[in-house]
């Protein structure tokens, strides 16, 4: 098991510019998860999904999107990147919704 | 608004000590609370999970308690290598349904060989 991919691992973009951070699981699990790390803050959730065809809003969604077209996949989109979305994101994923999160390796993603 | 908080922000013992690390939270109203240790460039790795029906969960050297009641969590390290650096973190969950885990900012730990 690969447990939970990201790419890409790093990532410069311009202000205004879009991109796609891939996040990939191979646990068959039904829940996953987009969070943001920023400094010295905790991290906190963009967007999270219980199942194919099921998306719902985190505690920080504005400015990304997000897609589930199948079990494995969870895409975050950013539409027109600001310098306030340069953080570290993790893609997280969990057999239900009480059991242990697995969390990938993140993308750093720098908006100048 | 639940509000997780982990004092000190760093620490730095010898090895071989037995140390623990401290999470507090605001609500008591928790379904569970989870440790987890994140390496430098790394995601988070899960450590332990405790229930809120439950008082404290083992792992090896590491043992995690839960008091509610007080909103407190504390994570006991025993006998301390130097592979044991990294950042640790606790995160509440409020309740079944409510996907949001709240994060604390963690405790950066360095074990001095």
């Known amino acids: 098991n690969a447990g939970v991919t990201q790419t890409p691992k790093f990532r410069i973009l311009k202000i205004g510019q879009s991109m796609t951070l891939q996040c990939t699981q191979d646990m068959n699990h039904n829940y996953m998860y987009w969070y943001r790390q920023d400094p010295g803050m905790g991290l906190k959730l963009i967007y999270y999904s219980v199942g194919a065809g099921i998306t719902d809003k985190g505690e920080v969604p504005n400015g990304y999107n997000v897609s589930r077209s199948t079990t494995e996949d969870f895409p975050l989109r950013l539409e027109l990147a600001a310098p306030s979305q340069t953080s570290v994101y993790f893609c997280?994923?969990?057999?239900?919704?009480?059991?242990?999160?697995?969390f990938g390796p993140g993308t750093r993603l720098t908006v100048l | 608004k639940q509000e997780v908080t982990q004092i000190p922000a760093a620490l730095s013992v010898p090895e071989g000590e037995n140390l623990v690390l401290n999470c507090s939270f605001t609500d008591s109203a928790i379904y569970n609370l989870q440790w987890f240790r994140q390496d430098p460039g790394k995601g988070l790795t899960s450590l332990l999970l405790i229930q809120s029906s439950q008082r404290e969960q083992t792992s090896g050297r590491l043992n995690a308690s839960l008091d509610k009641s007080s909103g407190r969590s504390t994570l006991y390290i025993a006998a301390s290598q130097p592979g044991d650096s990294a950042t640790y973190l606790c995160a509440v969950k409020r309740s079944f349904g409510n996907e949001k885990l709240t994060f604390g900012t963690g405790t950066r730990l360095t074990i001095i060989p």
């Open positions: 997280a994923s969990s057999e239900d919704s009480l059991d242990t999160q697995y």
